[in-house]
């Protein structure tokens, strides 16, 4: 009785021109800043945020492994892939994050105790919106004179390549690695004080 009574409401609904919900519409997001397990291990900590990936980005397909990046001359940089719902989290405030969090964006080719190139900070906007809104806040963090040092943050273009399956989830799945305790754990609380409202556990 109680199916029948359920597919009965389902029918009238339909019947009255009521549609089914539609999903949420998703964005990406590639941002670059040093090794990749750290900025995946804090974005997938971020309210809105349903998936992050690790990869290689601004140089070709040909090379982006992580062999010939970790040679520096690939071109490419280890980044993030955020796919996030834009009605939970905006672009403006991943961007935040990514520069009071997930890395140092004074760092000029390096991020911590890794050097060279691949490490670099960088913005891959994935519209023109992205661009405009990456132009504003760069010059907004220039403007505030939160950081001592010049930012080095800069715009690129370019592809991205989901890297290696040994390198996703990495702090998930190694969270006692002696880089990720050291480098990469303290980020996550650093975000959960300075983003309470975005925090998921």
Known sequence: ????????????GLLAGAAPAAPPRLEHAVLAGGCFWGMEGVFEHVKGVR?????????????????????????????????????????????????????????VNRQGPDVGRSYRSAIFPQNAAQKQAAIRFLTQLRASRLYPRPIATRIEGGGFYPAEASHQDFMRRHPYYPYILVNDRPKLSKLKRAYPQLWVG
């Open 1 to 12: 009785m109680k199916l029948i009574t359920s597919v009965a409401a389902a029918l009238l």
């Open 51 to 107: 998936n992050v990936v690790s990869g290689y980005a601004g140089g070709s397909a040909r090379d982006a492994n992580y062999d010939a990046v970790s040679s520096e001359r690939t071109g490419h940089a280890e980044a993030v892939r955020i796919t996030y719902d834009p009605a939970q989290i905006s672009y403006g405030q991943l961007l935040k994050i990514y520069a009071t969090v997930a890395h140092d964006p004074t760092q």
